[in-house]
């Protein structure tokens, strides 16, 4: 997991965090190290001194980092999980993990928990509301006054409404109209949710009416789709074997996929 904030790199992996000074890009250079609780980083936010790391097998690691140089844990939040979402507004941290898994003749099914954690005291952070989601969550966005959380046993889109952070209200639970599909990643923006999918390399949900949302297009990357950022008008996706991909989504219902490694040049 990797973090800019300025001027300085935060880098996790595996058990640890490396911190670079990188102000000068021709001179980067190491400014620090230390030692995390858990192993498989999945998130890390950094935000007003405070580096908020999820680890997948330790927990939610804060870490005060308001000296770059001399970073110290404030906080740990230990849990469990194999994937996960995360995301930070305002005073709150939105947490997303697995609970529990069953199997049965149709396959797994698994459960997973949002829960809102109040961080306006980092070093005091405490969980203040907690919502049960029936899903494995793969990831979660935060737009407006809405958490969007993506799973994948079974597959869902489930929007919630976390407008009072201590009492969020799911929106609709229902298996997502994205269809059959390995979701790994999310994006929400303008009224469009845009999904790395492991089946097919991109989907585009059109979220306007969030009591229903509509499938919009698939976006063929000609691979699995892992991860999701948009600047813009372009989405930045990363596909297994296919490494570092440019789509234009400038209109999300005819996107054009602009590079591909070493087959399409960019524009």
Sequence with gaps: ?????????????????????AKSPQSIKTISRMSLTGRAPSHIIVK???????????????VDVRNPGRPNIAKVRPFESHSGGFGVKGNYAYLGRITSTKSDAQGYSQTSVLEVIDISVPASAKVVSSIEIPTDIR????????????????????????????TPKIIKAEESIAGAADLQDIVVENNFAFLADGSSGLKIVDVSNIASPKH?????LQGRGFNVYK?????????????????????????RHTYRPHTMNPH
């Design 1 to 21: 997991a990797i973090s800019v904030d300025n001027g300085y790199v935060y880098l996790v992996a595996g058990d640890e965090m490396l911190i670079l000074e």
């Design 139 to 166: 990831g979660l966005d935060l737009d407006g006054n809405f958490a969007y959380v993506i799973g994948s046993y079974p597959y869902r889109l489930t929007p919630i409404d976390i407008s009072f952070p201590t």
């Design 231 to 255: 600047a813009g008008s372009r989405l930045y996706v990363g596909v297994e074997q296919k490494y570092f991909n440019l789509a234009d989504i400038r209109y999300p219902e005819d996107p």
């Design 48 to 62: 007003d001194g405070y580096a908020y790391i999820v680890e997948g097998l330790g927990g939610l690691n804060i």
């Design 216 to 220: 919009v297009k698939d976006l063929d």
